[in-house]
């Protein structure tokens, strides 16, 4: 009698991928896209808040009230007061800050759709599948 021998790694259940698991991977899919843009657009909208807030550092530490500062609005450049500098810069400021807070709502609420989705995901196909990504 021959001794049975087994090959390779135990054989792990079939789960069967209906047509609404694939539009939920796939909602995931594109969900998880689109919040690694948002993020990215995030962080160049607050790279330019700090660009902004050095600038205006830099125009406080100025001596000289009398000084017309260049301010770049598109591809011209106009000379304003420092005082009207300041302005300028701050309301840009808020428009940046507003806009990052509305990324980072949308952010959140995708969050928030990817978490349902992993539940979902996770309790019919359990380890078989890997929705994890790498989050820096």
Known sequence: MAAATMKGPVAVEDVVVTFEDQQKINKFARNTSRMTELKNEIDLKKKTLQNLQDASDDIMMLDDDSLLVPYQIGDVFISLSQEETQDMLEAAKE?????VRVLEERV?????????????????????????????
């Open 95 to 99: 428009t940046l800050e507003q806009e």
């Open 108 to 136: 959140s609420a995708i969050q928030q759709v990817l978490g349902d989705l992993k539940v979902q995901l996770y309790a019919k196909f359990g380890n078989n599948i890997n929705l994890d990504a790498d989050e820096s």
